[in-house]
DNA sequence: CAAATTTCCTAAACTACTTCATTTTTAATC
DNA sequence: GATTAAAAATGAAGTAGTTTAGGAAATTTG
């Protein structure tokens, strides 16, 4: 169903019927199995992947090999490394399938002919990344101002079908707090419901 | 001097001598008084600003009356409360500046007008937004995966101007850190050294 | 379905960072 | 240029979150 896309774009801007042929044309279906990688360091990452079905989270590995969860995906949602993405340098960040999934990949230089080609794609990829950087503004200040458990409650009444979904050592290190640490506040919560 | 923006967005596309007169017509330029407010909570940012000279913060005030740091801004730098600005709803954040300063004001309307006509200025504003997602996204990495110390020393060696110019305890609350604590870290550095 | 591997839990010791309270230094204001 | 206010430094006590280590569930794989 590779035409998921095109209603997906048509809610930001409204396209014609040969703009939406056009735009899904430059997509690839992909199959991804669970614990494949999608992107990895030291390769220039090559696509943006949108989800069609599935789930997937990009970490990176600090020195002592911890590893820390950027961002997760799943359906409807775009994944990549956008540092390497956008500038096309070396990737810092692994992208990894935590089911086996679906994605349409869209590669570098098909994004730049659309944006090239027509002013409505343009208008697309700018609503795309102010959304997205305003969810990083508001992730920051979560970060800054909010304690562990509470932002462990706030991302639970925000994404609770992510919270399903995601182990939960990925989840702890996307909220930056130890797997250990989250199991305490998941215990005590429990204890106080009942 | 309102031509500076000129020459900053022809770094980004390039721009006939028509666009630019067209671009730099929608800024005014404003003066604002060290510790004037230009984004308040719960007014609608209605303008981008961008800083031609001085030094601002963004800020918010958390339960406990506390202030986070969301960010600085200064010459060449463009500051606003995105999350405000770009759907239009009352800011959550204080953005004030820290020395006398002035800058160049592009009010919301203006700025979809000039998106509307040109699929340029649309290209330039895409990419605005593109780099100031890599940069969050740099950030929070950043926060999840190094220490206070860390976090302060890499700011020093990246923004050494900034540093200089903002006061101790909003740069503390920018790295996520208490006054107390940095000035500790400072010190350290200090008896190190010598 | 049995073995192997991954994920999650529990608990005690530990530490990076905070809080609070006081003093010193720097900057703003009349 | 003296007075007041704001910012930075310092010390002592407290705490949110980490580390380490061992074992119990749960999932994956053959």
Redesign the interface.
Known sequence: MINKIASYIDKVVKLTDEEKELFCSCFKEVKIKKRQFIVQPNFVARHRHYVLNGAFRAY?V??EGQD?T?TFAIEDWWITD??SY??QQPA?MFVVALEDSIILQLDYEKEQEL?MQS?KF??F??IV??????F??????S???HTAEERYENFVSKYPLIVKRVPQYALA?YL?MTTEFLSRIRNKRVSKKS
Chains 1, 2 share one sequence.
């Open positions: 990176v600090a020195g820390h950027i956008y540092n956008i500038f810092t944006k002013h343009e208008t990829f700018r990344a102010e959304r997205g950087l305003a990083q503004q508001r992730r920051i200040i970060n800054l101002t290190s930056g």
